[in-house]
């Protein structure tokens, strides 16, 4: 399963950018998704994501505010929309869409390959 993310680049300080992501073969739906970003060194961590089964939206302290996940189900797509991004915000956002086997979600993630975000001062 191939999950494609597309929408990220340089980016100023202050700036925004959305980040979109989707697939040819899985469809996003009742298992969840999210995003996650990895800055150098770091490790991965959940950015924004939509819960399976709820729906629940839960974002990181360090973007709640600022950025907004969104499903449309017309496009099979999940996008990122990230407004005021810092240098902070820097690093490969990775897309994630949940697994569900016997139509039961398994709590593990399909994932992207990533796109990388640089925010310059």
């Known amino acids: 399963v191939e999950l494609v993310e597309s929408g990220g680049g340089p980016v100023q300080a202050g700036g925004s950018l959305i980040l979109n992501c989707t697939s040819a073969i899985y469809t996003f739906g009742y298992c969840g998704a999210g995003w996650y970003r990895q800055a150098p060194g770091e490790e991965r961590e959940a950015v924004a994501v939509?819960?399976?089964?709820?729906?629940?939206?839960t974002y990181s302290d360090a973007v709640k505010g600022r950025f907004t996940i969104s499903h449309d189900r017309s496009s099979n797509s999940i996008a990122l929309q990230m407004n005021g991004l810092n240098v902070e915000d820097s690093g490969v956002y990775y897309c994630?869409?949940?697994?569900?086997?016997?139509?039961?979600?398994?709590?593990?993630?399909?994932w992207g390959r990533g796109t990388r975000v640089t925010v310059s001062s």
């Open positions: 994630a869409g949940g697994k569900s086997l016997y139509d039961q979600c398994t709590g593990e993630n399909y």
């Open positions: 939509i819960s399976a089964y709820d729906y629940k939206i």
